[in-house]
């Protein structure tokens, strides 16, 4: 995520307009999301009586920029607000929101003015899916992108030299309370056996932090006279895109599989252990990411959660992940136990920081 106490910067080419803001990671937390802020800085003598603009937009990527089949163009603004910076609308003062805003207005000068926005509840979070190793263009994506330029008017046609962009993300972290560990269980009957196969697994929550270790508890009573030939633990992300076609791409993340068997009449209980990491699949095509700005690592999506009453069907990319048990008997049984993969709070993480720091130092 974006560091503390750094000012993002940056400036069009002729140097009429630059950007200065003091985060890039905007939270979304179901009920409500961060505004979003910053300063923009103009010069009036390389200006020359033009207005700037700043825009606040979501846009949502299936596909390059120049496909277009049977008229449908592979790329939509799911949100789009401009807003007339310079000459200000009204006192400069008033248009201040935050501390950071004001901080920069002293330190810029009379010719630094502040924008803001508020984001409407029912826009996706920053999701990308992974492009093959020899894919070449932009990739399937749901990006946030604030835009300041220069022109005559809004309307007017804008000079690529006068127009400076900066990536935004939009993310969620992890809520502060635990839904009931899931846990679900099958019986499965055989032609020709008197009694059945019962298959249970238990998650220890409901809800882990990307890099956490998953286990899952198995339990397996074979009162069937078939034998069970292998038993395999996976993770599975599914990631729908929502926008355009509702189509579906479900990849496994992580999985065990270590010929496990169980004969006729037999039971087994066992722990399995799965961590489902960007740096395992890396090379595969079509997997959820979190959106990601120039130059950073990301990770595995993190589970989408969505406001009560919000159609799905705007939010772009929908990620989910369960734990999926097979067992091979002949065929296949399977159950899955869904689960949320998300990140901690930033002040959740430094607050069990120092708990355990406090804890190593105590005396024994």
């Not at 939270?27 to 603009?53: C, H, M, N, Q, T």
């Not at 309307?155 to 690529?160: E, S």
Request: with cysteine; charged share 25%.
């Amino acid at each position: 995520m974006s560091p503390k106490n750094v000012i993002f910067k940056k400036t069009c080419k002729d140097k009429s307009v630059g950007v200065f803001m003091g985060k890039r990671d905007f939270v979304d937390r179901v009920d409500s999301v961060d505004p979003v802020d910053g300063v923009i800085l103009i010069d009036p003598e390389v200006l020359a009586g033009r207005k700037v603009f700043v825009t606040l937009s979501c846009t949502f990527r299936y596909g390059r920029d120049d496909m277009d089949v049977m008229g449908i163009a592979f790329r939509r603004e799911l949100y789009l607000v401009t807003r007339q910076v310079y000459p200000p609308m009204q006192d400069r003062d008033k248009t201040v929101h935050t501390r950071v805003q004001a901080k920069l207005l002293r330190k810029l000068g009379n010719n630094a003015y502040p924008f803001f926005f508020e984001f409407p509840d029912n826009l996706p979070c920053s999701v990308a899916l992974q492009p093959a190793p020899n894919d070449v263009g932009k990739q399937c994506a749901v990006e946030f992108e604030i835009k300041a330029f220069s022109a005559e008017s809004q309307d007017a046609k804008v000079r690529k030299r006068s127009t400076v962009k900066l990536m935004i993300r939009k993310v969620q972290y992890a809520p502060e309370s635990q839904e009931v560990a899931p846990s679900v269980e099958i019986t499965k009957d055989f032609v020709m056996s008197d009694k059945p196969l019962h298959v249970q697994a238990t998650l220890d929550k409901e809800l882990y932090y990307h890099g956490e270790p998953i286990k899952v508890h198995v339990n397996v009573t074979n009162n069937s006279n078939k034998n069970i030939k292998n038993i395999i633990v996976s993770v599975d992300q599914v990631a729908t895109v929502v926008l355009f076609s509702n189509d579906s791409y479900t990849k496994c993340v992580d999985y065990e599989d270590n010929g496990d068997s169980v004969s006729a009449g037999a039971t087994l209980k066992k722990v399995y252990t799965l961590l489902p990491l960007l740096a395992n699949n890396r090379e595969r095509r079509g997997i959820a990411l979190d959106g990601k700005l120039k130059h950073e690592d990301t990770n595995l999506a993190s589970s989408s959660v969505v406001k009560e009453g919000v159609l799905k069907e705007v939010m772009g990319i929908m990620v989910s992940y369960r734990v999926m048990v097979k067992l091979i008997v002949g065929g296949e049984v399977g159950l899955e136990v869904p689960f949320r993969l998300m990140h901690p709070k930033p002040d959740a993480v430094r607050w069990r920081t120092r708990w355990c720091l406090r804890s190593s130092s105590a005396p024994t």
